[in-house]
Antibody, heavy 118, light 108 residues
Framework: QVQLEESGPGLMQPSETLSLTCTVS????????VGWVRQPLGKGLVWMGT???????NYNSAVQSRLSISRDTSKSQVFLKMNSLQPEDTGTYYC????????????WGQGVMVTVSS | AIVLNQSPSSIIASQGEKVTITCRAN???????LHWYQQKPGAFPKLVIY???YRASGVPFRFSGSGSGTSYSFTISRVEAEDVATYYC?????????FGAGTKLELK
């Protein structure tokens, strides 16, 4: 069955670089897109970026200058790297499989909570 | 970016009651690109309705969606205790994909 699982550090210092990994199973990254969605504590969902089956990427302009999404298809992993972290980057980070047709997110990981604090 | 305005922001309903959530976009969407998610407390979001009116796999028949253009709705025909959650609409019509602010459903 389709599964996604995020992993990464829970606590970061301001100005550091965040590195998260999304390990997927039950589908191929060569045929599917995976997006990252952030949710500040107690708030709504914000799309951050997506890597598509062909390897191309789209980013939210609000974080584009700080964000990089890549993948290793042989390991079924998608990576998020975001530099210059600030306290407002605190939240739960989800990876989710994204439909290439109508752009909905049909399977989600459990999420990883990231706190940015000195 | 397309802004999605959800209303109401919260609902308190009794079991068995019908509830409807509205999602209005600030520009017209193709109905194929409007989707709804359910997020239970402490859990990840789950796709409930895609392309305005199609139930995702395993979703009960009491969940439905409709709409076109800039106005969409999500309905639970008879609320059950397990439906307590926050519901979000999302558009994929134009980049960036955006979500509504959410509607929190609680039971009376």
């Amino acid at each position: 069955q389709v599964q996604l699982e995020e992993s990464g550090p829970g606590l970061m210092q301001p100005s550091e670089t965040l590195s998260l990994t999304c390990t997927v199973s039950g589908f191929s990254l060569s045929n599917n897109g995976v997006g990252w969605v952030r949710q500040p504590l107690g708030k709504g969902l914000v799309w951050m970026g997506t890597i598509w089956a062909a390897g191309s990427t789209n980013y939210n302009s609000a974080v584009q200058s700080r964000l990089s999404i890549s993948r290793d298809t042989s390991k079924s992993q998608v990576f998020l790297k975001m530099n210059s972290l600030q306290p407002e980057d605190t939240g739960t980070y989800y990876c989710a499989r994204q439909s290439r047709v109508y752009y909905y997110f049909d399977y989600w990981g459990q999420g990883v909570m990231v706190t940015v604090s000195s | 970016a397309i802004v999605l305005n959800q209303s109401p922001s919260s609902i308190i309903a009794s079991q068995g009651e019908k509830v409807t959530i509205t999602c209005r976009a600030n520009s017209s969407l193709s109905s194929n690109y409007l989707h709804w998610y359910q997020q239970k407390p402490g859990a990840f979001p789950k796709l409930v309705i895609y392309s305005t009116s199609y139930r995702a796999s395993g979703v009960p028949f009491r969940f439905s969606g409709s709409g076109s253009g800039t106005s969409y709705s999500f309905t639970i025909s008879r609320v059950e205790a397990e439906d307590v959650a926050t519901y979000y609409c999302q558009q994929g019509s134009s980049n960036p994909p955006t979500f509504g602010a959410g509607t929190k459903l609680e039971l009376k």
